[in-house]
């Protein structure tokens, strides 16, 4: 069984920052997070889920949205067994609800690819 922790939820005012993190737990099933590329994904009301960002087991591939590019920044401690979203210059437009998942294919964008999620928490950026 893995399952995976987003925090939050998050209500800030537009340009100002945010952070998510989201822990895996994975040690019952006996797999390793450190296998595991990592993903955030955001769903806003009325809309399809899309990709935010995913960061690959060493931290050397990075993938970005280009909504989200050169404001948003995803890291991971392995140690931690956690991944982390900086969210900076936020945007009403970046109010969504915000999942973190994990796969083992090496894929990064497509979220039918991702086999463990989170439940989701809210991040809403207004005045």
């Known amino acids: 069984q893995v399952q995976l922790q987003e925090s939050g939820p998050g209500l800030v005012k537009p340009s100002q920052t945010l952070s998510l993190s989201c822990t895996v737990s994975?040690?019952?099933?006996?797999?390793?997070?450190?296998?595991?590329?990592m993903g955030w994904f955001r769903q806003a009301p009325g809309k399809e889920r899309e990709f935010v960002a995913a960061?690959?087991?060493?931290?050397?591939?990075?993938r970005y949205a280009d909504s989200v590019k050169g404001r948003f920044t995803i890291s991971r401690d392995n140690a931690k067994n956690t991944v982390y979203l900086q969210m900076n210059s936020l945007k009403p437009e970046d109010t969504a609800i915000y999942y973190c998942?994990?796969?083992?294919?090496?894929?990064?964008?497509?979220?039918?690819?991702?086999?463990?999620w989170g439940r989701g928490t809210q991040v809403t950026v207004s005045s």
């Open positions: 994975c040690v019952a099933s006996g797999l390793d997070f450190t296998k595991y590329i």
């Open positions: 998942a994990a796969n083992v294919k090496m894929s990064y964008v497509v979220d039918t690819d991702y086999s463990y």
């Open positions: 960061i690959s087991w060493r931290s050397r591939t990075l």
